[in-house]
């Protein structure tokens, strides 16, 4: 998982699976790594993960279309 950078944090899953969707949809290897509590749903975050050569070009994309 060396490879593989957090690149979207939140405690939702569903807003996690947007983003992952975002990023491949515009040619980027994207995976979440689900770091919610599974008794706790309230404690824990989903994170959106990408190749670390394509970090750079995943960030600008959700700043682009999150930060408009």
């Not at 998982?1 to 990023?23: H, I, Y």
Request: proline share 3%; net charge negative.
């Amino acid at each position: 998982m060396s490879d593989w950078v957090p690149v979207f944090r939140t405690g939702d899953n569903l807003k996690a699976e947007l983003v992952k969707t975002f990023l491949i949809d515009e040619g980027i290897n994207a995976i979440i790594v689900n770091k919610i509590d599974s008794a706790y749903p309230i404690f824990g975050m989903a994170e959106v993960h990408c190749r670390r050569d394509q970090v750079v070009l995943a960030i600008n994309l959700l700043e682009n279309k999150y930060h408009e």
